[in-house]
């Protein structure tokens, strides 16, 4: 029964995410249940519009229109996150703040109100002709890339994604692991039950957990976030910068995901799947950013 429940959930699982070269993360004080029910449709904030770029050029490219899609710019991903003070103190900060992870093992990190991050990202992942001038100040120059939009030169290549986010803040992987656990009720009631359980679950486990630490050791960052599919496999966990993608997490189960999380393992599981990205791991749908 189980294989035939696995079968099933994997047909229905979506197609897109293994493709994924760079995620992009909007990090806002604005609670989860104030969000719009499609974040990409608010076109009153430059959040919704940057979203709405990524998901046009994301289905441009699955129905093969390149001209629209650019080079690579379909392989990104963009997801708002809620920054909660339990969590905002380790970086130093209280503000909001937004995240880029990318699928060469490389995260960036830029702090300052979202909706003004949100609307520079908008403004350069836009393709601008190379002879296009921008201030020295500008953490983006739009002429860098030869006319290539800042989203695209990011998803081209490490140098690239290094290059385009050289402004920002370099975040130091071997010591900060994160997990984004979609709450978004105001898209779907089953994300907002089952996610907030699960959230609170791993947020308790780090809790009890703390006493126990040493000082160096790698810390996990706990957000709720918005929409990332799959409403039925709920809860649905990213974890990052390794990029896999649990779903059908529960409150109960959530506890015991909580060190393969902090710590991946560098052996897939025995229950792999033949489906590129994802694999099976017993209470949960994994699946892996690929390059």
Not at 87 to 112: N, T
Request: charged share 25%.
């Amino acid at each position: 029964m189980l294989v035939k429940q696995a079968a099933r959930a994997l047909s229905d699982a979506p197609k897109a995410a293994p493709s994924i070269r760079v995620h992009w993360f909007l990090g806002t004080r604005t609670p989860p249940d104030l969000w719009a029910r499609k974040l990409e449709n608010d076109e009153h904030h430059a959040s919704g519009l940057f979203l709405r770029l990524l998901a046009e050029k994301r289905d441009a490219r699955a129905t093969g229109d390149r001209a629209r899609a650019g080079r690579a710019a379909g392989a990104s991903l963009g997801t708002v996150f809620h920054v909660n003070d339990s969590d905002a103190p380790p970086h130093g900060h209280e503000e909001e703040f937004a995240l880029a992870f990318s699928c060469w093992g490389k995260a960036r990190m830029r702090v300052g109100p979202v909706e003004s991050i949100a609307a520079e990202l908008y403004e350069r992942a836009l393709p601008s002709p190379s002879s296009s001038s921008s201030s020295s100040s500008s953490s983006f120059s739009s002429g860098d890339g030869g006319g290539m939009g800042l989203v695209e030169r990011c998803s081209t290549s490490e140098q690239g994604f290094l290059h385009g986010l050289r402004d920002w803040q370099e975040i130091d992987l071997t010591q900060n692991q994160y997990a984004f656990v979609c709450v978004h009720g105001t898209r779907d009631a089953r994300c907002e039950k089952c996610g907030n359980r699960v959230l609170l679950a791993l947020r308790q486990k780090r809790k009890d957990l703390e006493p126990k630490s040493q000082a160096g050791e790698k810390r996990l960052h706990l957000y709720g976030c918005s929409h990332v599919g799959g409403h039925k496999f709920a809860g649905n966990v990213i974890s990052y910068p390794d990029g896999r993608w649990f779903s059908l997490v529960s409150g109960e189960n959530a506890p015991s995901l909580y060190g393969e999380i902090l710590h991946p393992s560098a052996n897939p599981s025995s229950q792999a799947t033949s489906s590129p990205g994802w694999v099976y791991r017993g209470a949960s749908w994994e699946r892996t950013m690929q390059n």
